[in-house]
C-alpha cells in the first residue's frame, strides 16, 4: 500500500529546474580549472556533453558515464522514482549508448518523511531500470534537508556510433522527440492551477525511455544529438551551436507542445528556472516574442532528444521515431545554419 504523501511539498525546486544557470556553471566550471590530460577520454566537459565517454581499449568500444539527481518534479514517490531514472539514462541515449549499470543517488529527509516512502522511489526507478534492461545495483544515501534522487549511469557505445553536440553541420535538420512544457504544467500542479485534461501529460512524458537513441546514432546522417533537459530547448540547442561552430534556426510553430500552454503563461506558472535560462544565454538568442521565450526556455525534465540530421536521412529517422511511438510530430523543428560574425547563435522565426 502506497504512503499517501505530496513530494513537491517538501522541495523548494523541481525536477532539471533545480539545475545551476548555464551562466553560474560557467564560473563554477572555470574557478575548477581543467583536469589532467588523458589520451583516452573521449569527451570530456569542454562542450557540455550529456556523458563522459572513454575508450576502454584500442578496439572499438566506449565506456560512457554520467549522473543525474534532483528535488521532486511531481507528488507521487514512484513516479519521482521513474522520472528520475529515465532522466539519468536518458544522457546514455542521447550520446547513442547502451546503458549497462546504474547505482542510485539518495537524499531523504528522514525527520519529516518515512522511509518506506523512500522505498517507494526506489522502487519506481527499478522499474525503468528494468524497462531498459540494466540492474539498478546499489548507489549511496544521506540524510538531507529535502528530498533528492538520481542515478548514476554507465553504458556502451562503438566509437565510431558515439554522437556528441559538436557534430552537427549546415543544412543539417533538427527534430525534437517529445513536446515541451514540462515545467509550465510542473509548476500548474505545484500552485494547484492544472487543469483537469492536462492532468498526467506531463508525467508520462518524463517517464518515457529516450531509447530510440541508441539506434538513431546508428543512422547514417544523424551527426549529433544532445537531450533537451534544465537549460530548455534553446539553451541545449545553443550548446550544440557553439560546440558545432554553426548557428541554427527555430520554426517556433512547428515545435510540439504538451497541450495549450497560453493558458498557464496567462496564470503566471512559469518557473524561475525559465528566467535564469533566459538571463544566461538570452544575449545569443535572436526571439523578441515573451511567449516564444518563455516556452524555448523553459525547463524540461527527462525532455526528449534534439538530433542534428541531414536532410537525404531525415524520413528515415522520422520512420524510426514514429516506431517508437513518440508523442511528438515527426517533421524539423529547425535547421542548423552557417554561423554570421556577430549574428545570434539560435533565431527563431
Known amino acids: 500500500m502506497k504512503t499517501p504523501v505530496r513530494l513537491t511539498q517538501f522541495s523548494s525546486g523541481a525536477g532539471c529546474g533545480c539545475k545551476i544557470s548555464p551562466q553560474v556553471l560557467d564560473r563554477i566550471l572555470s574557478a575548477a580549472g581543467a583536469g589532467a590530460p588523458d589520451d583516452r577520454l573521449l569527451v570530456g566537459n569542454d562542450h557540455r556533453d550529456d556523458a563522459a565517454a572513454y575508450a576502454l581499449d584500442d578496439g572499438?568500444?566506449?565506456?560512457?558515464?554520467?549522473?543525474d539527481f534532483f528535488m521532486p518534479i511531481v507528488d507521487d514517490p514512484e513516479q519521482f522514482g521513474r522520472i528520475a531514472a529515465a532522466n539519468a539514462i536518458s544522457d546514455i541515449y542521447a550520446m547513442g549508448g547502451r546503458p549497462v549499470l546504474?547505482?542510485?543517488?539518495?537524499?531523504?529527509?528522514?525527520?519529516?518523511?518515512?522511509?518506506?516512502v523512500a522505498g517507494e522511489v526506489l522502487a519506481g526507478a527499478r522499474m525503468v531500470c528494468s524497462e531498459a534492461g540494466i540492474a539498478l545495483a546499489g548507489g549511496h544515501s544521506i540524510?538531507?534537508?529535502?528530498?533528492?534522487f538520481g542515478l548514476a549511469v554507465n553504458g556502451l557505445v562503438p566509437r565510431r556510433h558515439l554522437k556528441t553536440n559538436a557534430g552537427a553541420r549546415p543544412g543539417d535538420l533538427l527534430f525534437l522527440t517529445k513536446p515541451l512544457g514540462v515545467g509550465l504544467l510542473a509548476t500548474a500542479e505545484k500552485k494547484g492551477?492544472?487543469?483537469?485534461?492536462?492532468?498526467g501529460l506531463a508525467a508520462a512524458s518524463m517517464m518515457k525511455l529516450n531509447s530510440v537513441g541508441a539506434e538513431a546514432a546508428r543512422l547514417d546522417g544523424v551527426h549529433s544529438m544532445t537531450d533537451v533537459t534544465g537549460f530548455g530547448l534553446l539553451g541545449h540547442l545553443r550548446e550544440m551551436c557553439v560546440a558545432s561552430e554553426a548557428a541554427a534556426e527555430i520554426d517556433f510553430?512547428?515545435?510540439p507542445l504538451l497541450t495549450d500552454l497560453q493558458p498557464y503563461l496567462q496564470a503566471g506558472t512559469?518557473?524561475?528556472?525559465?528566467?535564469?535560462?533566459?538571463a544566461s544565454y538570452g544575449g545569443a538568442i535572436d526571439c523578441a516574442d515573451e511567449t516564444q521565450r518563455d516556452i524555448l526556455c523553459d525547463p524540461q525534465t527527462s525532455g526528449g532528444l534534439l538530433i542534428a540530421v541531414d536532410p537525404t536521412a531525415a524520413d528515415t529517422l522520422a520512420g524510426l521515431l514514429d516506431r517508437h511511438g513518440l508523442p511528438a510530430p515527426q517533421r524539423p523543428?529547425?535547421?542548423?545554419?552557417?554561423?554570421?560574425?556577430?549574428g545570434p547563435a539560435v533565431r527563431v522565426v
Open 60 to 67: 572499438g568500444t566506449a565506456l560512457l558515464a554520467t549522473t
Open 102 to 116: 546504474a547505482l542510485a543517488v539518495l537524499g531523504w529527509p528522514l525527520e519529516k518523511l518515512p522511509a518506506e
Open 143 to 148: 540524510d538531507s534537508e529535502e528530498p533528492i
Open 193 to 199: 492551477l492544472l487543469h483537469e485534461r492536462d492532468k
Open 253 to 255: 510553430a512547428s515545435v
Open 270 to 278: 512559469v518557473p524561475g528556472g525559465t528566467r535564469r535560462n533566459w
Open 333 to 342: 523543428v529547425g535547421r542548423i545554419v552557417s554561423p554570421e560574425d556577430g
